[in-house]
């Protein structure tokens, strides 16, 4: 069974930092590209930064400069390390996982920017 466990979300003010966690189990975690989106209320999901099984590493603009992710494998855990957050940033933060058709979410965690 397939498991994305995020964890870390929580209330930050603004120029406050955060960082999320993507603990993944039952997948062969090297094989996969690991991302996370965000959805905030109202909103659809979007991209937030995607890291390749060989590190090339993708940012939504939005968040470029800001924000980093990371893999450890010994873990199988995925990070994303977010500075200088903005009361925009207010969202839902999704784990995936993606190898060709196969693809997997987490169940989610709250991030709330706010003063």
């Known amino acids: 069974q397939v498991q994305l466990v995020e964890s870390g979300g929580g209330l930050v003010q603004p120029g406050g930092s955060l960082r999320l966690s993507c603990a993944a189990s039952?997948?062969?975690?090297?094989?996969?590209?690991m991302g996370w989106y965000r959805q905030a209320p109202g909103k659809q999901r979007e991209l937030v930064a995607i890291i390749s099984i060989g590190g090339r590493i993708t940012f939504a603009d939005s968040v470029k400069g800001r924000f980093t992710i990371s893999r450890d494998y010994a873990k199988s855990t995925v990070y994303l390390q977010m500075n200088s957050l903005k009361p925009e940033d207010t969202a839902v933060y999704y784990c995936?996982?993606?190898?060709?058709?196969?693809?997997?979410w987490g169940q989610g965690t709250q991030v709330t920017v706010s003063s």
């Open positions: 995936n996982a993606g190898f060709g058709p196969a693809y997997y």
């Open positions: 039952g997948i062969i975690f090297s094989r996969y590209a």
